[in-house]
């Protein structure tokens, strides 16, 4: 699993809620980023780092934020929670190869 | 935008017989091209990769090929096994930083 945690790891939440799901990893990865799964989809890119405090968007931002002041932990806000949010989120690290990236367990999020 | 394009969707396949996945890319600067095995309640995991310098890796029962001029590249399975059953991604990448990813293919094996 390239040493990467995300929390939690199930939850349901109601209709414009904040949310914060957290990736954690152990490798000193420069490269972290946030996916979203949906059927029919595949994983479409949300947010990613290159570096600490350093982030761009991705694909599918909007209603997204993400935060990284260390290193190791990159964190995904949904500022208020929408049904359409509901899905499975996985944070990935680009390996030191520097092109193959490795995806944590997942978060399975629930807006009702 | 930039896209990779996966078929079948499903694919359903006896035990021991073969199983192929096709992808389609349109960013002519794709250079890597990995591909993932996803089982239930998982995370997608690395399975095999490719890079544009090479047009065939094989890893015991897997292989893929890749046709640069046609932009597209296959994963096969060999001698299935139950298993082998899992949701498989394929990936475009002009270096890792930015990688596009198919849509995914279910495979059922049956016993």
Redesign the interface.
């Known amino acids: 699993d390239a040493g990467i945690t995300q929390s939690p790891r199930h939850k349901v939440t109601e209709t414009g809620t904040p949310v914060t799901l957290r990736c954690h990893q152990t490798e000193n990865h420069r490269y972290m980023y946030w996916y979203r799964q949906d059927p029919g989809h595949g994983l479409r890119l949300i947010h990613y780092s290159y570096g600490v405090k350093d982030t761009d968007k991705g694909e599918v931002s909007d209603g997204y934020s993400v935060s990284r002041s260390k290193t190791e932990d990159f964190l995904l806000t949904l500022e208020s929670a929408t049904s359409s949010q509901t899905s499975v989120y996985f944070c990935a690290i680009l390996g030191q190869g520097a092109d193959t990236q490795y995806f944590g367990p997942g978060t399975r999020l629930t807006v009702l | ?1 930039e896209n990779v394009e ?1 078929h079948p ?1 499903t694919l359903s396949v006896q035990e021991g017989d073969s199983a192929v996945i096709k992808c389609t890319y349109s960013d002519s600067a794709s250079n ?1 091209f ?1 591909w ?1 095995k996803q089982e239930l ?6 399975i095999i ?1 490719i890079r544009s310098n090479v047009g065939e890796k094989k890893d015991q029962r897997i292989a893929v090929t890749l046709n640069k001029t046609a932009k597209h590249f296959s994963l096969h399975i060999t001698e299935t096994q139950p298993e082998d059953s899992a949701v498989y ?1 394929c990936a475009a ?1 002009t ?3 930015k ?1 596009i ?4 293919t279910r495979l059922f094996v049956k016993a």
């Open positions: 935008g996966q969707s890597y990995p993932y309640g998982k995370g997608p995991q690395l990769d991604f990448s270096g890792g930083f990688t990813f198919g849509a995914g």
